[in-house]
């Protein structure tokens, strides 16, 4: 039974230019992180992009968080200890108070149209929702993000960040922890992104994904616009299950040939 509907966030509820954003963020924390420690700037930012890149790298094999793992690299490669609550203080202030008004022409931050449409659909049908952005970020910074998507009243069961994540999209271990957190099977639950490589856990776990973003790929439910979601769900979610009913068949075709 589908009992849960979980979202991504940028280029799904959110129109941004996602790669803008990031350069945005990148040079302007590092060059913060840069005069907090006394460090050279473009050594600095070097280290915040290679912590970037490795929290995104599908083979690493680190047990903590995602944040400590970030934290540990900057440190390493940076020279500066992010684990320092004043310095931890520094970056979560800009990111609550400076952040929100880097949104310029470039980035182009704004709500996509038929988010809020398709996330009081989902609710309106009885079902839970939760944002699972891929946690690159920490909490303040996705915090903004979903300020400038106007979604922050919405009641998600979880938001992934940083802090409370171990791996990335499009990791089988991401989506299954945030599964875990919430009590559901992957044939429970709908995800639906924009991203053709990571809105769909890589290996397949059984999470079935309705594509809203350029081109129709062949895993996903099914495919259209955001502004067409919450027009469209009785059809998206019959097909949900008859794709989890012929997922099932398959299954047990499978177990009786051995």
């Known amino acids: 039974m589908l009992k849960a509907v979980v979202f991504d966030m940028d280029s799904t509820l959110l129109d941004i230019n996602l790669s803008a954003f990031v350069a945005v963020l990148a040079k302007e924390e590092a060059s913060l992180l840069a005069d907090i420690g ?3 700037p473009l050594s600095m930012f070097a280290a915040y992009t290679a912590a970037l890149f490795e929290l995104n790298r ?4 680190n047990e903590g968080t995602n ?3 970030f934290d540990s690299i900057i440190e390493r490669r940076g020279g500066v200890m992010l684990a320092d609550p ?3 203080d520094a970056l979560a202030f800009f990111e609550r108070e400076v952040l929100p008004h880097r949104n310029d022409a470039i980035i182009g931050a704004k709500p996509m149209p038929g988010g809020r449409e398709a996330l009081s ?3 309106d049908r009885g079902l839970r929702i939760a944002l699972l952005t891929n946690p690159c970020f920490g909490e303040a910074c996705i915090g903004c993000r979903m300020g400038w998507a106007n979604i922050q009243d919405m009641p998600f069961e979880l938001v992934t960040t940083m802090e409370n994540t171990r791996r990335s999209k499009p990791s089988p271990t991401y989506y299954r922890d945030a599964l875990d957190a919430m009590g559901l099977a992957p044939d429970e639950v709908l995800m639906v992104g924009n991203d053709p490589r990571r809105d769909f856990p890589d290996p ?9 973003g350029r081109g129709t790929p062949v895993r996903a439910t099914w495919c259209g ?5 919450a027009a469209s769900f009785d059809e998206i979610e019959e097909r949900f299950y008859e794709r989890r009913d012929k997922r099932l068949l398959e299954v047990v075709q499978n177990v009786n040939r051995t």
Do not use: H
């Open 204 to 212: 397949d776990i059984g999470l079935q994904t309705a594509f809203v």
């Open 86 to 88: 004043v310095i931890a």
């Open 67 to 69: 944040r400590e793992l």
């Open 225 to 229: 616009s955001m502004a067409d979601f």
């Open 121 to 123: 659909c989902v609710l």
């Open 38 to 40: 006394r460090k050279n």
């Open 58 to 61: 599908a083979d690493r094999d």
